[in-house]
């Protein structure tokens, strides 16, 4: 068996808020392995901490506890959980890719530029790099007249793809996607399947939240089954 | 990636100071006001690193030292105590221990500033070209008609009408001598650039092409930012990593996406809190 | 008590007027002057029996410098015989026993001039000192003394040079017709004085010793000999002298002398028409003095 890509191991996750005087538990002992070419689906109810684990590992969360430990192209293994922020953003841009539900771009950005973008950043022609991203957005079925319009006006559908085909166009090495196919029509989120099954026989690994189970049968080659956190009094107990 | 600056424990105070200043002072003691000696301790121990091409943001209210770091840095004011170091290819400057020649020759040659106002970056008695030129002529261009191609230029790329060379800024909006401002400070193709507030109080659509020119700027030229702003708008537009400052000091720094989903700081929480 | 009989006639001044105090003082600004070129040295500009304004801080120079056998020539827009230059000329004659005066250039050991540097090539035996309403050439772009030092020690002058690019932008040329800024030895920018640009070359490379003396502003500075005098200017767009042409592109003459090679004072005549003639009196009386000679040997 090769060596994982990405190895967490007792991740947590909690929100401590001033203000009312809280601690509020988001994700607790999460333990998960993903190899390359793989794919593993988080599964649970909502508030499991699902997207907690994902925005854990690619530190829009500062985790709590655990480590994450992250195998770079290299072959150097960096803890996502203690590396430096100079660290996380060069594997943002090279290696690790987030697709959220939410589109945060430009507001006043053609879509194709927005897709293309981060190819430019890790030292793509602008040529190719529009390129690359007109074959993903025709791929997902985003209309030819979309694209060069700013994705502020489109539906959410239509955010979503331009959202995945921005996440995509890198080929990260690990892909984290947070219910990439919520709101597309099934024969849209067929295609993202495709690509997703694409990037998987390239070698990404993949760590996905999907919305419909079935999606989550057809793809993922693990499952790991978060439930939620156990109430705060519970964890402090646990900790004494 | 590179480091192009590196501060360090950077401290600013108005007055004479004593030694309660930096006890008494701060986000724990809600003023930067010191009570025994009445010195303002506008910025105490700020450190941070900017890396090549990066924009760094710098929040915080009015008040907090956010803008004081930049003057400091740009030599606008003198530093009170710390260290500055700016990485140039294969030169290093300690920035507070070189005299005020070298400083300004830094100034006019690697580093540009755009201020809030556009009266401290701009001379208005002359025209938008002649700023430009001011800032070639600093840098030793010494021919008429290469200082005013590379005006034009200037300003085409920061999309003011070149009619509107040889107008006075005074007569200019608002959105326009801003863009006047940045085409100057870009003149000498500064790697570090220095932005304060640039876009408060312009109107909102105004507000977004600047940003949108700011942003086109640093992918075209990969100039490394400072960017101190108290819009938390313009931090998520503009920046990759943010500090947030309260009453001088670093309350926190990190990811700008983590400061504003994951805030660890009772303050920022109650800052992103009302924003968001 | 040992009391002076009091004295009437001018000898009851000191020989210069100045007291050796005064002189002695500003001796040792003009050799700071001399040793750093084009650098304003501030001293006290004591008060002259006349008006500010009137070449006081010239007469300061130049009833230091003066001996008992200087020959002096005071000028005033060229001319020996305006107003200005009689009143200085009597006024050192009366103050400086045994001084002779002269109005002709080659004879004048010590020249004190307002507004004009003579045609003659000056030689290494003359000393000019030049009139200076405003030392100063920041003064135009920064009203801080202060801060005109900083820019000053640190050869800032890029402000200087903006007046210069917007004068090209407004009227496609550099439109100053005298004051033009000029870098001494390669840092100070000085105010030449309300010399015309016609006279800025002839302080580059001086044989003589040129002064500047600003009284009410209390500054001394100076370009010694041989030393480099750069108008400001841009490498394609260069520094230009009066060039005297007609609308048919012919040089203008002196009306007086013929001469066409002198900077010309133009003034209108009773007949209302325009006329030319040279600026610097003494040169055109030279110059009719030799077309006299001519007609006479070919004559």
């Known amino acids: ?240 | 990636m590179n480091k192009i600056l590196e501060v360090r424990n950077l401290s600013r105070i108005y007055g004479k100071g004593c030694a309660l200043c930096i006890e008494s002072t701060g986000p724990e003691a809600d003023t930067n006001l010191c009570p025994h000696c009445g010195s303002v301790v506008a910025v105490h121990d700020v450190s941070f690193d900017l890396f090549e091409g990066e924009i760094l943001g710098v929040m915080g209210e009015s008040g907090s030292g956010k803008s004081t770091v930049v003057k400091n840095l740009y030599f606008d004011q003198a530093a009170t105590s710390g260290q500055a170091i700016f990485y140039d290819a294969a030169r290093q400057y300690d920035l507070f221990s070189l005299n005020s020649a070298q400083q300004r020759w830094l100034r006019n040659h690697r580093f540009g500033m755009v201020y809030q106002n556009p009266h401290l970056g701009l001379n208005f008695n002359i025209t938008a070209g002649g700023n430009i030129a001011e800032r070639l002529l600093m840098s030793d261009l010494m021919d008429y008609g290469a200082i005013r191609d590379r005006a034009k230029t200037l300003l085409a790329r920061t999309e003011v009408l070149l009619s509107r060379v040889d107008d006075l800024p005074k007569h200019f909006s608002g959105g326009m001598q801003q863009r006047v401002q940045i085409a100057k400070a870009l003149a000498t193709q500064p790697p570090l650039l220095f932005l304060d507030e640039v876009t408060t109080g312009l109107d909102l659509s105004v507000q977004a092409r600047i940003l949108d020119l700011i942003l086109e700027i640093q992918q075209e030229l990969k100039t490394a930012m400072v960017v101190v702003t108290h819009d938390l708008g313009v931090i998520r537009l503009l920046t990759g990593r943010a500090i947030v400052m309260k009453y001088g000091r670093v309350i926190e720094s990190g990811l700008t996406d983590q400061i504003l989903e994951d805030p660890q700081h009772a303050y920022t929480q109650r800052l992103v809190a009302s924003v968001l | 008590m040992n009391t002076l009989p009091p004295k009437t006639d001018a000898s009851a001044y000191n020989f210069g007027f100045l007291d050796e105090y005064a002189k002695k003082e500003i001796r040792r600004a003009i050799l700071k002057a001399v040793a750093i070129p084009g650098y304003q040295v501030p001293y006290a500009s004591r008060e002259m029996p006349m008006g500010r304004g009137f070449g006081t801080g010239g007469l300061q120079l130049t009833l230091s410098l003066i001996g008992p056998d200087e020959v002096v020539k005071v000028i005033d827009q060229g001319s020996d015989d305006s107003v200005n230059a009689v009143n200085l000329r009597q006024f050192i004659e009366m103050t400086c026993p045994g001084v002779s005066t002269t109005t002709r250039t080659v004879e004048a050991t010590l020249i004190q001039s307002r507004h004009r540097i003579p045609e003659h090539t000056l030689s290494a035996a003359q000393i000019i000192v030049l009139q200076v309403p405003y030392p100063d050439p920041l003064v135009v772009v920064e009203p801080s003394e202060d801060k005109r030092k900083t820019m000053h020690g640190e050869a800032d002058y890029s402000r200087l040079l903006v007046k210069l690019y917007e004068d090209i932008v407004k009227f496609d040329e550099i439109t100053l017709s005298h004051r033009y800024p000029t870098r001494i030895n390669d840092h100070y920018v000085i105010d030449p004085s309300p010399i015309p640009r016609w006279d800025v070359p002839k302080i580059n490379n001086s044989e003589a010793l040129i002064l500047f003396g600003a009284g009410r502003e209390k500054k001394i500075y100076a370009v010694p000999p041989h030393t480099k005098a750069e108008p400001l200017a841009f490498t394609d767009v260069p520094f230009r002298v009066e060039h005297f042409h007609d609308a048919t592109g012919n040089r203008r003459t002196c009306s007086r002398c013929g001469c066409d090679g002198s900077f010309l004072d133009e003034f209108t005549n009773d007949a209302g028409a325009k006329v030319y003639q040279c600026s610097d009196s003494d040169w055109c009386d030279e110059m009719l003095l030799q077309v006299k000679s001519w007609r006479e040997v070919s004559a």
């Not at chain 1, 195998?71 to 953003?89: K, M, S, T, Y």
């Open chain 1, 1 to 240: 068996m090769q060596t994982p890509i990405l190895q967490v191991t007792g991740y947590e996750k909690y929100f401590a808020l001033h203000e009312q005087n809280k601690l509020i538990p988001s994700a607790h002992q999460v333990n998960l392995t993903v190899h390359a070419g793989q794919l593993v689906a988080l599964i649970g109810p909502t508030g499991a901490g699902k997207s907690s684990v994902l925005k854990g590992i690619y530190r829009t969360y500062l985790p709590s506890s655990g480590r994450i430990l992250y195998r770079d192209a290299a072959g150097h293994e960096i803890d996502l959980a203690q590396a430096n922020e100079h660290q996380v953003l060069a594997l943002r841009r090279h290696e690790i890719g987030f697709v959220t539900q939410f589109l945060h771009c430009l507001p006043r950005q053609a879509t194709l530029d927005v897709v293309a973008n981060p190819l430019l950043a890790v030292g793509g022609g602008r040529k190719e790099a529009r390129l690359r991203a007109g074959e993903l957005l025709s791929a997902m079925n985003l209309p030819e007249r979309l694209w060069s319009v700013s994705p502020a006006t489109f539906s959410g559908g239509e955010r979503q793809r331009v959202n995945l085909a921005r996440g995509l166009i890198t080929r990260p090495r690990l892909l984290l996607l947070d219910e990439p196919t919520a709101s597309l029509d099934p024969a849209t989120a067929e295609r993202v399947i495709e690509l997703i099954e694409n990037l998987k026989a390239g070698g990404t690994a993949v760590l996905a939240i999907f919305h419909h189970p079935e999606t989550t049968r057809r793809l993922a080659d693990q499952v790991v089954e978060l439930a939620a956190p156990p109430a705060i009094e519970e964890i402090l107990k646990e900790i004494a």
